[in-house]
Nanobody
Framework: QVQLVESGGHSVQAGGSLRLSCAVSRSIFSRNAMAWYRQAPGKQRELVAAISLGGTTDYADSVKGRFTISRRNAENAVYLQMNSLKVEDTAMYYC???????????WGQGTQVTVSS
């Protein structure tokens, strides 16, 4: 059974921080690089950050130096620490496999991040 359950989204002021969490089914987590994506209203979904099975990370230019992705194998979980949040970070955030490497026909419900000035 595929599971991707995102949580941790909230409304914060610019400059604030949030930590997003994603619970992933073991069958997916143990075999795939994972990633966080976001979609703002009227925009396409975009890759925010990714982490390989070995822990190598990469980030969209817009979040480099502010966001940190991590994975905890014992918990089958992926995290996104977001610091120095900007209004333009406002979006629905989703975790999924790194879809540059593999795909699954499933998306979770996402978690909403709203940053106000």
């Amino acid at each position: 059974q595929v599971q991707l359950v995102e949580s941790g989204g909230h409304s914060v002021q610019a400059g604030g921080s949030l930590r997003l969490s994603c619970a992933v089914s073991r069958s997916i987590f143990s075999r795939n690089a994972m990633a966080w994506y976001r979609q703002a209203p009227g925009k396409q979904r975009e890759l925010v950050a990714a982490i390989s099975l070995g822990g190598t990370t990469d980030y969209a230019d817009s979040v480099k130096g502010r966001f940190t992705i991590s994975r905890r194998n014992a918990e089958n979980a992926v995290y996104l620490q977001m610091n120095s949040l900007k209004v333009e970070d406002t979006a629905m955030y989703y975790c999924n496999v790194d879809r540059r490497r593999s795909t699954i026909a499933f998306w979770g419900q996402g978690t909403q991040v709203t940053v106000s000035s």
